[in-house]
């Protein structure tokens, strides 16, 4: 069987973000997608209106439940919504420490609908930082998590709390011409992309994103060639993207 990653993510009922967006991603990039699903959201593809997450008993249950079944490589996490949620992540995680980890750390959607309440969950993001294999926060995401306005100093931060790998994502940047990505290992810049910015905001492009990496690390790429694979085909879901309503959000075609 396909080597398989364990989504810890949330259901967006537009299919845009979260789980779906995972299971796409993960397919397209040639793994097999397990799911714990962490929330139950109310949201469209253009806000979020409310969620109620999994209890913690019940994501573990879910997660313990297949690794026996299936060849889990890797965990790959998105939403995670409690504090709790969170906790119960850590310690599946410290049970199985050959899993390779894909964290991005979800705070908020990209149409400012609140997934969590950010200031606790960025606190207990500090116990799942040092078990990731690579954090893929954007600059908001990054900005929040260490308390550092200076990206440099805030990429430096996530370091001295134990992260082994960032890449930091430039789309909320104030580049009208291009959107900047860097990969930094051990904190050092091992790579760096330029792609031109297209037109719109995207839901579900970091989910995406993160998953595609996660399902290329399962399969045995190393770190560099995983974030390159995802990269380019990323850009070629958001190239194609769909529009569900006028001057909205656009859908990755993940297919």
């Known amino acids: 069987m396909r080597p398989t990653v364990i989504c810890f993510s949330g259901l967006d009922p537009s299919g845009g973000a979260g789980l779906q967006a995972d299971i796409e991603a993960i397919g397209q990039s040639g793994a097999h997608a397990a799911i714990a699903c962490t929330a139950l959201t109310i949201q469209n593809s253009q806000q979020v209106f ?3 997450a999994t209890s913690k008993e019940l994501l573990l249950a879910q997660a313990n439940a297949i690794v026996d079944d ?7 996490s998105g939403m995670l919504g409690t504090t709790e949620n969170i906790a119960a992540l850590a310690q599946f995680l410290r049970e199985h420490p050959d899993y390779l980890y894909v964290l991005d750390p979800v705070l ?10 950010q200031e606790t969950l960025v606190k207990a993001f500090a116990e799942l930082i040092p078990l990731a294999s690579v954090l893929t926060p954007n600059t908001v995401e990054l900005r929040a998590l260490t308390g550092e ?5 805030a990429t430096e931060k996530l370091f001295t709390m134990g992260a082994k790998a960032v890449l930091v994502k430039g789309g909320h940047e104030n580049t009208p011409e291009y959107i900047r990505n860097a990969l930094y290992v051990d904190n ?9 910015r297209l037109e719109g905001e995207y839901h579900g492009s970091g989910c995406s994103l993160a998953s595609f990496i996660a399902g290329r690390l399962a399969l045995g790429d190393s770190l560099k060639a995983a974030v390159h694979h995802a990269e380019t085909w ?3 879901v958001l190239k ?3 529009t569900p309503v006028v001057n909205g959000q656009k859908i990755p075609k993940r297919f």
């Open 234 to 236: 990323l850009f070629t």
């Open 108 to 117: 908020v959607a990209n149409s400012g609908g609140s997934l969590g309440n």
């Open 70 to 76: 299936l060849p889990i490589k890797c965990v790959k």
């Open 240 to 242: 194609n993207a769909e």
């Open 149 to 153: 306005e200076n990206l440099e100093k």
């Open 188 to 196: 050092t810049l091992v790579s760096e992309t330029k792609c031109p």
């Open 50 to 52: 409310g969620f109620e």
